[in-house]
């Protein structure tokens, strides 16, 4: 752990814990031999006492044998558990970050129900892999050298050579194996992931099936899903399985070939029969842990599988980056300039973001002043200062964005207004909502405020949903406003309402609005009509109809529409106006 003193002497004390327990495996044996021995000879009473109970102490330190339930195991894990912790935390908050920083491009292509199972086994995989690597695997490769080297010098070498080919066929074949069969585990993963992306965006998109009536078409694809994963899953226990037995016959065959040669030494009067005690003790608990070394090895292996799809998302470059000498920008009169900006979101097809009919490039333009992308050619300056020279912290703290589609978390009313500016007090939090125009709708709600407006703000209607957008772009009280079709979820008489509140946050500040209700945008000092991929015109509302050209046009069809009630032209709705 770095930057704390104090974790890092836990960590130095657990790896003395661990050299004390590899100590104490080799006093066990020894004491056990000497207490068959003492019995044997008919050693007094008196000798027998010291010698059992420190047999009995090093049993209580060691545990079971396995090395998992001693004093000393049993420690050095309560010690860990604040090192797997700040490790955890670390990497965890690492990520989280590094999402956060990548560019709105990836968190389109994305798919949450698979980032979020990559992100839960990555993280569980790191703490895993560092205890089996530094307890479990570390252990027992010292434990099998610590056991050719005793066995060789206190028997004979036959008995080092049983060992040693023992663990070198067995940690061949587990090596080997497992290898072998990490391909199965990785098609597991990624079926697991698609099972569960296809839940997680069947359920947040529930009302989209409910009405196409589509729930058994959802649950037949979720099944469908599920016996893919489960048919990986058989073939990851089957290959599991072959290992297990595998390694069950090597250990049984070395156990027999060294127990039969001592038990022949005991029988010859060569060794006494404490030395057949120390050997089955010795042996046993020496297989113990190695029986597990497969299982671990395995679990490391996962581990670095599971880990893969983590480290992939640590590795997406992020598109928009600030500058190496990047300075916070310096906001004076609010202007806002393109200077021949040219983008594509997919290469070679290239698209001037000023001009095209709905869908080609509105939008795009606040996402290129937000910094969402950068642009492929070109400079978009504010007070002359190229905003990819400026950090992004700085350039977005001046900005205030009303999108057009409001997501809104999961959480209570007050708290979304509240996101603009966390600091804010419950009154400006009232003041922003009053201005509005949605104060007193929330008051109507049994818990005020406190009400909780479901995932992705699924219990507000559209309309109530961009005022809660409207009222935290208020709270913010940026310098510069985006509008994106900022009303176009409300009612005329809502909207109205709002332009008033919209026309005061806006005084003294640089506003750009997109828009296809012309209404909303008549106090513009400088209105662009689009059409056909062109700036068509360009002027105030008044001098506009005036010119008795397309925007007069369009005017006179939406008041018509006005007056008869319905919806706004279509051909209305296909220009876009700034």
Known sequence: PKGTAVLQAVVLLCVGLLVAERLVNVLVPVYAKDIVNALSSGSGWTSLIYTVCIYVLLKFLQGGGAGTSGFISNLRQFLWVKVQQFTSRGIQVRLFSHLHGLSLRWHLDRRTGDVLRSIDRGTSSINNLLSYILF???????????????????????????????????LTCTVLITEWRTKYRRDMNTEDNNAKSRAVDSLLNFETVKYYNAEDYEVRCFDEAIVRYQRCEWKSSASLALLNQTQNIIIGSGLLAGSLLCAHLVSEGRFQVGDYVLFGTYIIQLYTPLNWFGTYYRLIQSAFVDMENMLTLLTEQKEVQ???????????AGRVEFDQVCFSYVPGCVVNEY??????????????????YDPQSGFIRIDGQDISQVRQSSLRSYIGVVPQDTVLFNDTIGNNIRYSRVMATDEEVERAATAADIHDRILELPQGYETVVGERGLK???????????????????????????????????????????????TNRTTIVVAHRLSTIVGADQILVV???????????????????????????????LDTNSDPPSDARHSTVN
């Open 355 to 372: 001009v095209g009919p709905s869908g080609s490039g509105k939008s795009s333009i606040l996402r290129l002043l937000f910094r969402f």
């Open 322 to 332: 600030d500058a190496d000498d990047a300075q916070d920008l310096y906001l004076t």
């Open 460 to 506: 507000l209607s559209g309309g109530e949903k961009q005022r809660v957008a409207i009222a935290r772009t208020i709270l913010k009280d940026p310098r510069i406003i985006l509008l994106d079709e900022a009303t176009s979820s409300l009612d005329t008489q809502t909207e109205r309402n709002i332009q008033t509140s919209l026309a005061k946050v806006c």
């Open 136 to 170: 479990s695997i570390l252990p027992t490769i010292c434990d099998i050298v610590i056991a050719i080297v005793y066995f060789s010098s206190y028997f004979n070498v036959w008995f080092g050579l049983i060992v040693l080919s023992c663990m070198v066929l067995y």
């Open 531 to 561: 059409q056909n991929g062109q700036i068509a015109e360009r002027g105030r509302h008044e001098d506009l109809l005036v010119h008795g050209g397309l925007y007069a046009a369009m005017w006179m069809k939406q008041q018509k529409t």
